[in-house]
């Protein structure tokens, strides 16, 4: 049988939307919402963007408690590091760990080629000693070919 999961960004891409940003208290209303509507994960925001976004993860990890907290990284040990700290207080949560991979983005701003970049991210996942959730860029950015996750697996925290 097949299954469709719902792994929710409202509460870290929704508010990217301009003129749209949530208080603490929105986001875990918010949450609370996408729980009883059934999602399978909802990512809290991105902790290494600010103080504030880091406390926000944490308060809904700490309020919902029924639905895995996700949290968002870019593939630095600050960003993991940050979002390791923000899904303490979740119950179960999953870290959502990205390394840009646009052919411009690897060579302009990574100075790497694509298969540099699968190798980086392996090894990287090796040294952090755990086995991420890892996920290319969106498809808009990358070219239709290499549009697939570099890695799917997961560990709760």
């Avoid at 907290?69 to 979002?83: G, Q, S, V």
């Avoid at 390791?84 to 983005?105: G, M, N, Q, Y």
Wanted: a positive charge; aromatic letters at 4%; zero cysteines.
């Amino acid at each position: 049988m097949d299954v469709v999961r719902i792994f929710d960004t409202t509460l870290r891409d929704g508010e990217q939307s301009p003129g749209f940003s949530m208080k603490t208290e929105e986001k875990i209303r918010m949450a609370r919402q996408l729980a009883k509507l059934g999602v399978d994960t909802i990512e809290a925001g991105f902790p290494i963007s600010s103080r504030g976004d880091l406390e926000a993860v944490q308060a809904v990890a700490r309020e919902v408690r029924d639905v895995p907290i996700a949290a968002l990284a870019r593939a630095k040990k600050l960003d993991i590091d940050a979002a390791v700290e923000a899904l303490k207080p979740a119950a179960a949560s999953r870290l959502h760990i990205f390394l840009a991979t646009s052919d411009l983005h690897l060579q302009v701003k990574l100075n790497m080629t694509r298969e540099q970049a699968l190798e980086d991210i392996g090894n990287k996942s090796l040294k952090w000693n755990f086995p991420p959730k890892t996920q290319a860029a969106p498809i808009s950015t990358i070219s239709v070919r290499s549009a697939r996750p570099l890695s799917t697996r997961e560990r709760r925290f």
